[in-house]
């Protein structure tokens, strides 16, 4: 999920579209939550003695010693991203630069299930997509010693320019993105961007528009019911966090980014602030136009039902329309548009959309060639890594200008759109759901709660401050802080 530096004030309409990685699509050439599908799990087992990690010869075109002849063993999520791009671009690009080396290509979409009893072992591999519903508690990682800190890839030589450090080929904000106990341990890839996605074909066929306020949005449900479509839908089962980054995009609207980095700090009395308790009565309304089967439904389910025709609005992240590949029909086309405004005071506008970096890709401490995971993080953020990546997975990386020139799909020709009309309004990203696990389980089942109308908007919000009560007071919880 993601970061960004500074607040919309800070930044111009060219270091904003720089950062999402489209400059050389909206803003001509010379320019890059929580991820396809992420956030949740389990706490890993404490770290185990490894054996020593291999090494070679430092040089310029190996800045970090890695043993030429050692194995590496690298486990992606696959998921929304596929893994054609580790198996066809970043590992091929590896092998080539170390061809005696072996590499283990390992694939699932149970992350934790997969990788606990390694790290309780202590045999953990080298290279981790940690992404997916099943995805390993990051702080947790961090805290047991078990993540390696990168600071060294970020200042290592970009292997486009050798004169500059990785840390200057990529957008603003991606560093700090990964960034845990005030050092970077995640390597955020995917830049995307979040509000409600639909088809501009069916739109257009009946001749609706997205609505631009929350008074618009309940006319339009309506309109689209008494069309015998679902207005608005999510996935209970698995996925209400794309629900309850709905809710907290629009309270940011209401009340700006300081509201997101309250949260993330654990201010007192943060989730019963105006805007949280409006944007949560305003969401509440739109639930209501949902079946309450949908509570049981996984996304994938609710997604195919928006491809048949039968869901006007979803809540996601924009790596959605590649996730859909297979199930959607030629005529289906992917478009984005922004939360509506819920007052007509919020501190952002309507074109106000959140971007960030996401998932998350580590190096485990204990892994046998280390130096062999942050070479392949290095090779990840080239322009040829980069490039490949958004033409495998549909997705724009974190790397600048490596999508210059790439012929877009509707669904990222819409979210290119988008950020022109967004400019500086940029709904900032939340760490808490890396930080702070218990917390965000609470989430998941208290927007459940709401959006299916058995909790009302104020018991939303005690229950919610309850909860970062009680994470606040688990001194067992490493706390973290953020400024921007």
């Keep these: 999920m993601s970061n960004m530096a500074g607040t919309p004030g800070d930044i111009t309409r060219r270091q904003m579209l720089r950062r999402i990685g489209l400059t050389a699509l909206v803003a001509g050439p010379g320019a890059g939550l929580l991820s396809a599908c992420a956030t949740s799990g389990t706490s890993p087992a404490p770290a185990t003695s490894a054996a020593p990690s291999a090494s070679g010869a430092v040089s310029a075109a190996n800045p970090f010693g890695v043993a030429t002849d050692a194995p590496l063993e690298v486990v992606i999520f696959k998921g929304g991203l596929g893994d054609s791009y580790a198996t066809e671009v970043h590992e091929p690009l590896y092998k080539k630069a170390f061809p005696k080396a072996t590499v283990k290509h390992v694939a699932t979409q149970q992350i934790a299930q997969t990788l606990q009893p390694r790290f309780a072992s202590g045999e953990v591999p080298d290279m981790i997509a940690n992404s997916g519903t099943d995805l390993m508690d990051n702080g947790a990682l961090q805290q047991e010693g078990q993540l390696l800190e990168l600071t060294e ?69 309506e309109k689209v019911k008494a069309a015998g479509i679902v207005p608005f839908a999510y996935a209970g089962k698995n996925a209400s966090y794309y629900a309850y980054w709905m809710i907290l995009i629009s309270a940011a609207k209401i009340e700006g980014n300081q509201l997101l980095v ?146 877009l799909s509707p669904g990222n020709a819409s979210l290119s759109a988008a950020q022109t009309a967004a400019g500086v309004n940029i709904v900032t990203y939340s760490s808490f759901e890396n930080w702070y696990k218990e917390l965000e389980t609470e989430l998941r089942k208290h927007t459940n709660a709401l959006m299916f109308g058995r909790i009302s908007a104020d018991e939303f919000c005690d229950r919610m401050q309850k909860a970062a009560d009680k994470s606040k007071a688990d001194s067992s919880i490493t706390k973290q802080n953020r400024t921007v």
């Design 153 to 221: 890839l970020w200042d290592a030589p970009s292997i486009d320019d050798p004169s500059k450090k990785v840390r200057d080929m990529v957008a603003p904000g991606t560093v700090e993105s990964g960034l845990i106990a005030n050092k970077p341990y995640l390597m955020n890839y995917v830049f995307s961007a979040y509000g409600l996605w639909y088809d501009s074909a069916l739109f257009e066929k009946n001749g609706w528009t997205p609505p631009k306020t929350f008074e618009e949005f309940k006319t339009f449900c």
């Design 262 to 407: 309250d949260i993330d700090n654990l201010v007192d009395g943060v989730w019963k602030r105006d805007s949280v308790k409006q944007s949560a009565a305003a969401w509440a309304e739109i639930g209501k136009y949902m079946d309450k089967s949908f509570e049981g439904l996984i996304h994938t389910d609710v997604q195919t039902r928006q491809n048949q025709g039968k869901i006007a609005l979803y809540p996601s992240g924009s790596w959605l329309e590649n996730e859909q590949s297979s199930q959607t029909p030629k005529e289906f086309k992917y478009a984005l548009t922004p939360t509506p405004s819920v007052t007509a005071a919020d501190a952002m506008p309507f074109e106000a959309i959140r971007a960030a970096a996401g998932e998350a890709y580590i190096v485990p401490a204990k892994a046998k060639n280390p130096k062999g995971g942050l070479e392949y993080l290095r090779i990840m953020l080239s322009k040829e890594g980069a490039r490949g990546f958004t033409q495998k997975s549909g997705n724009i990386t974190v790397v600048t200008g490596a999508a210059d020139g790439l012929e």
